[in-house]
């Protein structure tokens, strides 16, 4: 990879303030995945610590729900049993690169199109496999509403390492992106992989969960009550993994989530990249719309580029 280990690499910290840029993405326009992907149960068993009786899985939109880009959000709700979805890129363009990807939705349910499926096909199209995890939800513990989802999340990664080799995966370029709460999900998840968070279960546990790379689209979780410092439980460090940064300045979930741990981040000596927006709102994932902050993605690939995330596969 292009990056520099963790204790040599400089610090690489950017704020933009964007204006209008391109084109709409092309891949983000509701085309389909062209391959149905493989799906696998994240536990062998039952998920640590659950004990929610739920009502079944399904999708919980309704007619009156609000729409994106004029189309409606898949809202999965009641998740018991968490899974991988596996979307693979054409041969011919897959660099070998992974992310994990966390819809959002409140920790009350999950934006799985919008936040997950069309994530994993901007991703093909770029030539990195795309893994929609769809982790456990409503949250199970008041007190960490976070707890379920990070579980499955340091699960998730450990999974796709140990299978890299099967999926013809780069176990070097094991990324992962969230939105919203899923931003939350996969922050806590590169910022506290020295942490184990459920007891082991197999020989999976025993990998790394540190993802190499981190995207966070208009993440929550990360602020204070009063928006004013990182909530206290956060341990950010040089061994964080380098991070992308995506958020709106109208948004209802404060800009200040992201600015805090982007400056955070600079201040231990970590590497991040952020791009604040003047207007967007939440919710947007990377439906086109006349907002600037939806050709994210464009800025996305060209820091993965950069990164070396996108080189050839080895």
């Known amino acids: 990879m292009k990056s520099m280990p963790i204790s040599a690499r400089s610090l690489r910290f950017r704020a933009v303030i964007s204006l209008a840029v391109g084109a709409c993405l092309a891949c983000c326009q509701g085309s389909v995945l062209a391959d ?10 039952e998920p640590p610590d659950e004990t929610a009786k739920l009502s079944p899985e399904g999708d919980r939109t309704k007619p009156t729900d609000r729409l994106i880009a004029g189309r409606r959000v898949a809202r999965i709700g009641d998740v018991s049993v968490p899974q991988l979805a596996v979307y693979k890129p054409p041969q ?4 070998g690169a992974v992310v994990v990807i966390c819809p959002g939705g409140g920790h009350h349910i999950l934006a799985y199109d919008l ?9 093909n199209s770029i030539g990195v496999t795309g893994i929609v995890l769809k982790y456990r939800v409503p949250f199970r513990d008041p007190e960490r509403r976070y707890r379920a989802a990070l579980q499955d999340a340091q699960r998730a990664v450990r999974l796709v390492r140990g299978n890299a080799n099967e999926w013809k995966l780069d176990p070097r370029r094991i990324g992962i992106c969230g939105f919203s709460a899923g931003g939350e999900t996969a922050a806590l998840a590169s910022l506290m992989a020295n942490e184990q968070h459920y007891p082991a279960v197999d020989e999976f546990d025993k990998l790394s969960s540190r993802p ?5 689209v208009y993440p929550a979780g990360m602020a204070d009550a009063d928006n004013r410092q990182l909530r206290d439980y ?3 460090n040089a061994e964080a993994p380098p991070m992308f940064f995506v958020h709106a300045f109208d948004d209802p979930v404060s800009v200040q989530h992201s600015l805090l ?11 991040a990249e952020l791009h604040v927006f003047a207007t967007g709102g939440h919710g947007y994932g990377l439906r086109p719309t006349d907002d600037a902050v939806t050709q994210w993605p464009i800025r996305a690939a060209q820091w993965l580029r950069e990164q070396g995330t996108l080189a050839p596969r080895p």
């Open 234 to 236: 956060i341990p950010v």
């Open 261 to 271: 741990l982007a400056g955070k981040l600079s201040q231990v000596g970590g590497s």
């Open 36 to 45: 149905e992907p493989l799906v696998l149960n994240l536990w062998p068993a």
């Open 92 to 95: 011919a363009i897959d660099t």
């Open 115 to 123: 936040e997950g499926t069309e994530v994993a096909e901007w991703l």
């Open 212 to 216: 190499d790379f981190t995207i966070l």
